[in-house]
Nanobody, 131 residues
């Protein structure tokens, strides 16, 4: 069982920055992939970035956010916190942002697929970017 709690969303003007946090705990959380997805109203859920919590900590980005968003992690004894630093935000970045955990998450970010039921999900945090 994996628990994910996101925070850090809010409202910002275009060009601004936000940092999202996700505290992950539970089974094998230190050797899986943690990632960030988002879903805007009327659109499909989109993978943004992923990071392996074990090994080399490889990171993966979707083309839509590469160069603007940065994923990182901070490991504690029983939890892993994954961050998403978002810079130069645009109105089209407005969405609900979700943290996900599971071995298929990083591959989903790269392939543009949705890991859906093959991942654990947080409750989401809203990001609103105004022009």
């Amino acid at each position: 069982q994996v628990q994910l709690v996101e925070s850090g969303g809010g409202s910002v003007q275009a060009g601004g920055s936000l940092r999202l946090s996700c505290v992950a705990s539970g089974y094998s959380i230190n050797k899986t992939c943690l990632g960030w997805f988002r879903q805007a109203p009327g659109k499909e859920r989109e993978g943004l970035a992923g990071i392996y919590t074990g090994g080399d900590g490889n990171v993966y980005y979707s083309d839509s956010v590469k160069g603007r968003f940065t994923i990182s992690q901070d490991n504690a004894s029983n939890t892993v916190t994954v961050y998403l630093q978002m810079n130069n935000l645009k109105p089209e970045d407005t969405a609900m942002y979700y943290c996900a955990a599971g071995p298929m998450v990083c591959g989903s970010v790269l392939s543009g697929s949705d890991p859906a039921n093959f991942a654990s999900w947080g409750q989401g945090t809203q990001v609103t970017v105004s022009s």
